[in-house]
């Protein structure tokens, strides 16, 4: 078996290794850092050289086994007992002495939710939970988020030029995860700053000063999350899926247990409205930056599910997820010790040629984009993904059907450095409202 780019596990106690000729797979290994340059800028193609030359590789800077081609990480999703989802949302730069000294004066106990939780566990509790996500009860909110989508439309519709992450795509999803969950929606900005804590504190390279300040942050919203169940505790016949949790903790408290209501509360605000704000920020950014794309869609809605999928294909919001390995194998080639850590790669899967034809294309007549990883895949896969889909059809229908002359501003995208959550910051775009198509046929 190959020992790929400078593993310590193969290293360990054998001949020091010379140098790695620049350009080679090895160097590349080295030098691959998901914090910076090329992969927060595009992850597919800062990861090219992998699929095509070494689909699985020890990364030093970050600890982690990089999987990149499409099969690898289908089969790592596959099999969760042999890749376990233990590391999903452990932090990816380990907080410094006086960050987990903050974390602990505020009782934070962040623990298993369904995310990262091993078998048989998981499943017992997926069924339990799994009700209000069945088809006929995710349908039940498509009029809310039209209606909200017509509202936030007809609050912009004459100015002409707007951030459509903040006059929408941000809130939106917001709003309806807390809905859907039954978290009362009084506190929308803290929420958004509590969120980008979290996804800092899990998938970030915060700085040791940083990690203070986004410990303490964490830290709010952990307390938050324990306020908010007490209070959701207090109204038993309360609606939404958390409350049915609550219920199910009272019911069963050995499969839903008081540390995972308490973990899952605070995990999945983030998990039900980011991953959803940010896929339609990366959608509406492409599609605008694909012009024919975008007049098809204007021209023919029926073309617009599969928009999404080929949009959540390129430009999803979960980039890369994790695993761990619980014990030895062999993945792409490449011999993996036990507790092997891996980041598995969607956004590199999503552009594998071996899977996709012409991968680099964005092509909303594509026959497979639904294939794309975006969502996971097998038993953890995620729970909410026909909720998201929703939500991103709905934008697409309301703006490009009022909206559809609206053309990207000039701007530089910003992403927030990290490996995981991936959508561009702000998406500004700009229109002529003497053109809107409302104006003239009323
Ligand atoms: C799990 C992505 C929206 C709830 C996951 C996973 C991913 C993901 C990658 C892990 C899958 C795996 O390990 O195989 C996304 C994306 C979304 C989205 C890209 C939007 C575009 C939502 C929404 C909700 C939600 C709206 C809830 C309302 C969950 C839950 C799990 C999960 C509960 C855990 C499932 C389990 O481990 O059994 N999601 N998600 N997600 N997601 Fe989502």
Same mark, same amino acid.
């Given at each position: 078996a190959?020992?790929?780019?400078g593993?310590?596990?193969?290293a %360990?106690?054998?001949?020091?290794?010379g140098?790695?000729?620049?350009?080679?797979?090895?160097a590349?290994?080295e030098?691959f850092d998901p *914090?910076?340059?090329?992969?927060?800028?595009?992850? %597919?193609?800062?990861?090219r050289?992998?699929?095509?030359?070494?689909?699985? *590789?020890?990364?030093?800077?970050?600890?982690?086994?990089?999987?990149?081609?499409?099969?690898?990480?289908?089969?790592?999703?596959?099999?969760?007992?042999?890749?376990?989802?233990?590391?999903?949302?452990?932090?990816?730069?380990?907080?410094?002495?006086?960050?987990?000294?903050?974390?602990t004066r505020?009782?934070?106990?962040?623990?298993?939710?369904l995310?990262?939780?091993?078998?048989?566990?998981h499943?017992e509790?997926?069924?339990?939970?799994?009700?209000?996500?069945?088809?006929?009860?995710v349908?039940?909110?498509?009029?809310?988020?039209r209606?909200l #989508?017509?509202?936030?439309?007809d609050?912009f519709?004459d100015?002409?030029?707007?951030?459509l992450?903040?006059?929408?795509?941000?809130?939106?999803?917001?709003?309806?995860?807390?809905h859907?969950?039954?978290?009362?929606?009084?506190?929308?900005?803290r929420?958004?700053?509590?969120?980008?804590?979290?996804?800092?504190n899990?998938f970030?390279?915060? #700085?040791?000063?940083?990690?203070?300040?986004?410990?303490?942050?964490?830290?709010?919203f952990w307390?938050?999350?324990g306020?908010?169940?007490?209070?959701?505790?207090?109204d038993?016949?309360?609606t939404?899926?958390?409350?049915?949790t609550?219920?199910?903790?009272?019911e069963?408290?050995?499969?839903? @247990?008081?540390?995972?209501?308490?973990?899952?509360?605070?995990?999945?605000?983030?998990?039900?409205?980011?991953? @959803?704000?940010?896929a339609?920020a990366?959608?509406?950014?492409?599609l605008?930056?694909?012009?024919d794309?975008?007049?098809a869609?204007?021209?023919?809605?029926?073309?617009?599910?599969?928009?999404?999928e080929?949009?959540?294909?390129?430009?999803?919001?979960a980039?890369?997820?994790?695993?761990q390995? #619980?014990?030895?194998?062999r993945?792409?080639?490449i011999?993996?010790?036990?507790?092997?850590?891996?980041?598995?790669?969607?956004?590199?899967?999503?552009?594998?040629?071996?899977?996709?034809?012409?991968?680099?294309?964005?092509?909303?007549?594509?026959?497979?984009?639904?294939?794309?990883?975006t969502?996971?895949?097998?038993?953890?896969?995620?729970?909410?993904?026909n909720?998201?889909?929703?939500?991103?059809?709905?934008?697409?229908?309301?703006?490009?059907?009022r909206?559809?002359?609206l053309?990207?501003a000039d701007?530089?995208?910003?992403y927030l450095?990290?490996t @995981? *959550?991936?959508?561009?910051e %702000?998406?500004?775009?700009?229109?002529d409202p003497?053109?809107?198509?409302?104006?003239?046929?009323?």
């Amino acid at each position: 078996a190959q020992a790929a780019g400078g593993c310590p596990f193969h290293a %360990a106690g054998g001949p020091a290794a010379g140098e790695p000729a620049a350009g080679s797979p090895a160097a590349m290994a080295e030098a691959f850092d998901p *914090f910076d340059g090329p992969y927060q800028l595009d992850p %597919a193609e800062a990861l090219r050289w992998s699929r095509d030359q070494l689909p699985v *590789f020890y990364s030093p800077k970050l600890g982690y086994w990089v999987v990149s081609r499409y099969d690898d990480v289908k089969a790592v999703f596959r099999d969760a007992i042999l890749f376990s989802p233990r590391n999903v949302l452990e932090p990816i730069t380990p907080p410094c002495a006086e960050a987990r000294e903050v974390l602990t004066r505020y009782g934070y106990a962040m623990n298993r939710t369904l995310v990262n939780e091993d078998e048989p566990a998981h499943m017992e509790r997926r069924r339990v939970l799994s009700e209000h996500f069945l088809p006929a009860n995710v349908e039940a909110h498509q009029a809310m988020i039209r209606r909200l #989508t017509r509202e936030k439309v007809d609050r912009f519709i004459d100015e002409g030029r707007i951030d459509l992450v903040d006059a929408m795509l941000y809130e939106i999803p917001l709003t309806v995860a807390l809905h859907f969950l039954g978290v009362p929606e009084d506190e929308l900005e803290r929420l958004r700053r509590f969120s980008v804590a979290h996804a800092v504190n899990a998938f970030g390279r915060p #700085t040791p000063a940083h990690q203070i300040d986004v410990a303490h942050a964490v830290g709010r919203f952990w307390q938050y999350a324990g306020g908010v169940i007490e209070t959701m505790r207090a109204d038993p016949d309360g609606t939404g899926w958390m409350h049915h949790t609550i219920r199910k903790n009272a019911e069963l408290p050995a499969i839903v @247990t008081d540390s995972y209501v308490h973990s899952m509360m605070m995990a999945i605000i983030v998990a039900a409205h980011e991953t @959803t704000a940010l896929a339609s920020a990366g959608m509406f950014k492409t599609l605008l930056t694909h012009r024919d794309a975008w007049e098809a869609i204007c021209a023919d809605p029926a073309l617009i599910p599969n928009a999404v999928e080929e949009s959540l294909r390129v430009a999803g919001s979960a980039a890369a997820w994790r695993r761990q390995t #619980t014990a030895p194998t062999r993945l792409g080639g490449i011999d993996l010790p036990e507790g092997a850590k891996l980041l598995i790669v969607q956004a590199s899967a999503n552009q594998d040629e071996r899977h996709f034809e012409h991968a680099e294309q964005f092509d909303i007549y594509r026959d497979n984009a639904v294939d794309h990883l975006t969502f996971g895949y097998g038993s953890h896969q995620c729970m909410g993904k026909n909720i998201g889909r929703m939500e991103m059809r709905i934008f697409l229908e309301e703006v490009s059907r009022r909206l559809p002359h609206l053309r990207l501003a000039d701007q530089t995208f910003t992403y927030l450095p990290n490996t @995981t *959550f991936r959508g561009p910051e %702000a998406v500004w775009v700009e229109w002529d409202p003497a053109r809107n198509p409302e104006r003239s046929d009323p």
